[in-house]
């Protein structure tokens, strides 16, 4: 099985068709969030059935949705001696975007699992409500092209469109299935499962064999293949996820298999393909720096940067396995640059091993940071129990410098985190300790301020422009 579950939520033991309403449309727009002291996180179970009105459901194309009609931007009350046979036009919220924050939230075993896409008009609230968000099975991933939202989820190969009104309301607009083309049975259209070009071109990556299918987000068309690059798997999977500069997009392929807790340090694969004519370029086998499959970044000069995820400094902290690193390809090359390798622990951490490195700009990164002087390692120490133990901090460092220290406002966690660029804003998707509850911190000059709340497990959001 070509597992995401382990990377995308940092669970290790995870197991993830569109539950999705047949109505034609479905009203999204999040509620207000409560009052302080008002509804603790999982006090209730999430998607529960809000009361009926007397036009139809809640979440149905004729309801208010989500919004909260007692809230602002809702109709006044009649005041004494007002007519009340004059008809009061509710306020809708100004143009401006929405924004889309999908999460997930697991059974009591882990075994199981929901996902919720709420759309809200604003990130600076104190928390975000799902209960009448949109509900699928299994989890929930997102993008945007243009002014469509696409959805899917982790269960069924299938990419919903919608469009989307000015008060949050989605409206399908046609769907793609991609169940004839051998795609995982983990299907997401994330940075790891989907690349997004613009309206006219966007690719699945096919984890099973390397290949990706190439399709049109206006004309929801299946338009072509590009083969697998013919990697040898050795009876391993892959784990991959890709970056777009220019015209060309660079895919890295490491080995693993999950269920034996198997990451092979070499050989990893960097291929090359150019998105004007569907095929590989190049492919490259680099053996520094093992499983780079932690998302890419790009710099402002055009430098491209690859790390790896939390799941290896658990090995190298019990076993002789590599120590973590990060690696560059620079603009206008199509192959890591020999003289450029940033050993974490060596040269940044004071000794600490690290993961996942993404960047804030000019120069500035972020590094997970395993403190392991607060834990003790012995032989037989499981190195899957190292990434899940509150034991990581997120560390500020400098590229050029090769200097570092740990993010003010931030505590320390469980290993793995996600950054997410929303309109010029960067954020933090942080978990708790069980999944049961995400925090978005807000990153400015290496400090971290904390901002929303929403139940369960969220790694990623959109940002829709209307």
């Known amino acids: 099985m070509y597992n995401r579950t382990l990377r995308g939520v940092f669970l290790v033991t995870l197991l993830p068709l569109l539950a999705c309403s047949e109505r034609d449309a479905t009203n999204l727009l999040a509620s207000a969030p409560p009052a302080p002291g008002g509804e603790a996180p999982g006090a209730a179970p999430p998607?529960?059935?809000?009361?009926a009105s007397a036009t139809g459901t809640p979440g149905s194309g004729d309801?208010?949705?989500?919004?909260?009609?007692?809230?602002?931007?809702?109709?006044?009350s009649a005041a004494p001696g007002t007519n009340l046979d004059t008809v009061i036009e509710p306020v809708l919220p100004p143009p401006g975007p929405l924004f889309a924050v999908p999460t997930e939230v697991y059974g009591a075993d882990f075994s199981s699992s929901t996902s919720y896409v709420p759309v809200v008009p604003s990130l600076d609230v104190p928390r975000i409500d799902i209960a009448r968000a949109r509900e699928l099975s299994g989890r929930a991933s997102v993008a945007t092209v243009g002014q469509w939202l696409f959805v899917a989820s982790s269960t069924a190969p299938i990419i919903d469109r919608f469009e989307v009104a000015a008060d949050g309301s989605l409206r399908e607009a046609g769907r793609l299935s991609f169940a004839n083309y051998g795609v995982p049975e983990f299907f997401a259209i994330d940075p790891w499962g989907a690349v997004f070009i613009n309206e006219e071109k966007a690719y699945i990556f096919n984890g099973n064999d390397g290949s990706h299918v190439v399709w049109n987000p206006t004309t929801l068309e299946i338009t072509g293949e590009i083969p697998g690059p013919g990697i040898p798997r050795m009876g391993y999977d892959f784990e991959s996820v890709a970056v777009v500069r220019g015209d060309r997009l660079y895919r890295i392929f490491t080995l693993l298999n999950y269920d034996a807790w198997e990451f092979l340090p070499s050989p990893q694969y960097l291929v090359v393909y150019d998105l004007r004519s569907d095929t590989v370029l190049s492919t490259v086998q680099e053996d520094r720096c093992?499983?780079?499959?932690?998302?890419?970044?790009?710099?402002?000069?055009?430098?491209?940067?690859?790390?790896?995820?939390?799941?290896?400094?658990?090995?190298?902290?019990?076993?002789?396995?590599?120590?973590?690193?990060?690696?560059?390809?620079?603009?206008?090359?199509?192959?890591?640059?020999?003289s450029w390798q940033l050993d974490f622990a060596a040269e940044v951490t004071g000794g600490r091993e690290a993961g996942i490195l993404r960047y804030l700009g000019e120069g500035q990164a972020l590094l997970d940071v395993f403190h392991a002087e607060r834990t003790s390692i012995a032989p037989g120490t499981d190195p899957q129990e190292l990434s899940n133990t509150p034991n990581w901090r997120l560390w500020s460092i400098d590229l050029e410098s090769r200097t570092g220290a740990p993010v003010e406002g931030l505590d320390f966690k469980a290993g793995g985190y996600q950054d997410v660029d929303v309109g010029g804003r960067t954020f933090l998707m942080v978990p708790n300790e069980d999944y049961s509850e995400t925090t978005a911190f807000e990153v400015n000059a290496g400090q971290a301020e904390r901002g929303f709340a929403i139940q369960g497990s969220s790694y990623h959001m959109v940002r829709i422009t209307r």
């Open 63 to 76: 309801t208010a949705g989500g919004v909260d009609t007692a809230g602002p931007g809702s109709a006044p």
């Open 290 to 338: 093992p499983q780079l499959y932690s998302r890419p970044f790009l710099d402002e000069r055009g430098d491209l940067y690859f790390s790896g995820w939390v799941w290896t400094p658990g090995l190298t902290l019990t076993s002789n396995y590599p120590t973590s690193c990060a690696l560059r390809v620079r603009a206008g090359q199509d192959t890591f640059d020999p």
């Open 47 to 51: 998607g529960a059935a809000p009361p």
